[in-house]
């Protein structure tokens, strides 16, 4: 069975940083690109980054590009999403999916999501 | 960036009949559309990939069609399950984009 299972969020204030972890399980994560996909308070879903099955490519949104680093360590089978120079529109609950492919694809399996909050 | 644009916002029916939700994309993105449902306090589940493909224990009253530009999720005969938000998301060209999603509700 394949689990996905996100930590990390928290309060944070505006200008903060905070690292995002996701745990999985299931499947050999080596194969599969990984993401972030973001859902701010009564808002749709918005996708935030994706990383390759090697890591060796990763793809930003425009909004995040330059304050967030995604990352994966193999022999954790853990995704991370560092997040620095927050904001309030970073405010969100943050979900870990996992890609169809190993270079992209859509999200076949999503964690339950962190809630990452940022405010003073 | 490739804009997906989805309608109706709202549909209103009742158990046991059809929907038919739309979405638009801005520039040709071939068969790369996938359809999600998402339920209040739950994580988005992959209904629909390559916009006619039901994912692994998908019930067939789920259907999805359209390439290029024009796509439509069909709900046949709708369970009382079935009323929830539901996003299309294109794979075609980074950045990955959603569309703003279509509340199905009971009318």
């Known amino acids: 069975e394949v689990q996905v299972l996100e930590s990390g969020g928290g309060l944070v204030q505006p200008g903060g940083s905070l690292r995002l972890s996701c745990v999985v399980s299931g499947f050999t994560f080596t194969d599969y690109a990984m993401s972030w996909v973001r859902q701010a308070p009564g808002k749709g879903l918005e996708w935030v980054s994706s990383i390759s099955d090697s890591g060796f490519r990763k793809y930003y949104a425009d909004s995040v590009k330059g304050r967030f680093t995604i990352s994966r360590d193999s022999s954790k089978n853990t995704l991370y999403l560092q997040m620095n120079s927050l904001r309030a529109g970073d405010t969100a609950v943050y979900y870990c999916a996992k890609h169809t492919y190993s270079s992209g694809g859509d999200f076949d399996y999503w964690g339950q999501g962190t809630l990452v909050t940022v405010s003073s | 960036e490739i804009v997906l644009t989805q309608s109706p916002a709202t549909l209103s029916l009742s158990p046991g009949e059809r929907a038919t939700l739309s979405c638009r994309a801005s520039q040709s993105i071939s068969s790369y559309l996938a359809w999600y449902q998402q339920k209040p306090g739950q994580a988005p589940r992959l209904l629909i990939y390559?916009?006619?493909n039901r994912a692994t224990g998908i019930p067939a009253r789920f259907s999805g069609s359209g390439s290029g530009t024009d796509f439509a999720l069909t709900i046949n005969s709708l369970e009382p399950e079935d009323f929830a938000v539901y996003y299309c998301?294109?794979?075609?060209?980074?950045?990955?984009?959603f569309g703003q999603g279509t509340r199905l509700e009971i009318k």
């Open positions: 390559d916009a006619s």
């Open positions: 998301q294109q794979r075609s060209n980074w950045p990955i984009t």
